[in-house]
């Protein structure tokens, strides 16, 4: 059993991460015009709009939070706050944007899977991606009253070592994980399963909701006219200019 508890939580992450990154490479690479949502909103937009808000605002604020909880060293935060109050803020507030992250992502499964026009057009990859997605949602949901059990902020500990382990390259206790309850293990390989998914799903386009941010900064960009040589305001037809006979 220590073996299995070995590659799932200290050998696999580390291939779902290899795959995640040289994936993402190579289809950016070769097949960019496939780098996009194929988004289902010209076909119906209703449920979309609603459900679509939802659970970015909730993923966003769930994928911010769990990066900033489990890869922030207690020391660091130690100071100011305690672990079982981190774990009173992490629960509750990640508790919110579950709950609000669950309603918009039921709502795109139910609206691809029981409206017609969508249906007959959503590849099978589609419904998988928000299957998995939803499954992942309602198991963490689940790990909150495992959480409130240990209000000391022990099993938050245990985690936060675990990921902090994982991307400074060093030894896992394994041994300790294997003591959690099981919503917490499933939650992380199904979780880290997502990143090993997401190069050749449509999930690959979060890379482009990320790179959006350069936008910002782009360089200034100058608009000249498409007719080299021609004095500024020069280039547009004379107004009560005749028009030329075929």
């Known amino acids: 059993m220590s073996g299995i508890y070995g590659f799932l939580f200290q050998v696999y992450p580390y291939v779902c991460f290899v795959v995640f990154i040289v994936g993402s490479l190579i289809r950016f690479d070769q097949a960019q015009y496939s780098w996009k949502s194929d988004s289902s909103q010209m ?66 499964l139910y609206r691809r899977l029981f409206d017609p026009r969508i249906r007959y057009t959503s590849h099978f990859a589609d419904i998988a991606v928000l299957v998995v997605l939803w499954v992942q949602l309602v198991v963490g949901l689940i790990t909150l009253p495992y959480s409130w059990q240990h209000a000391d902020g022990s099993v938050m500990l245990i985690l936060a070592d675990w990921a902090q382990r994982i991307v400074t390259l060093r030894p896992v206790d394994a041994a300790a994980l294997a003591g959690l309850p099981w919503p917490f293990l499933f939650h992380i390989v199904l979780g880290v399963n997502i990143y090993l998914l997401l190069p050749f799903r449509r999930l690959v386009h979060v890379w482009s909701g990320f790179a959006a941010i350069g936008y910002l900064f782009r360089p200034y960009q100058v608009v000249r006219s498409r007719r080299l040589n021609v004095p500024p305001g020069q280039d547009l037809p004379a107004t009560g200019a005749p028009r030329a006979h075929i």
């Open 43 to 108: 076909l119906r937009a209703g449920l979309l709009r609603w459900g679509s808000n939802l659970f970015h605002i909730g993923i966003l604020f769930l994928f911010f939070g769990h990066l900033i909880g489990l890869f922030t060293p207690h020391s660091v935060y130690g100071y100011f706050m305690s672990a079982a109050q981190k774990q009173v803020l992490a629960v509750t507030a990640g508790g919110v944007a579950g709950f609000v992250c669950f309603i918009g992502l039921t709502m795109l």
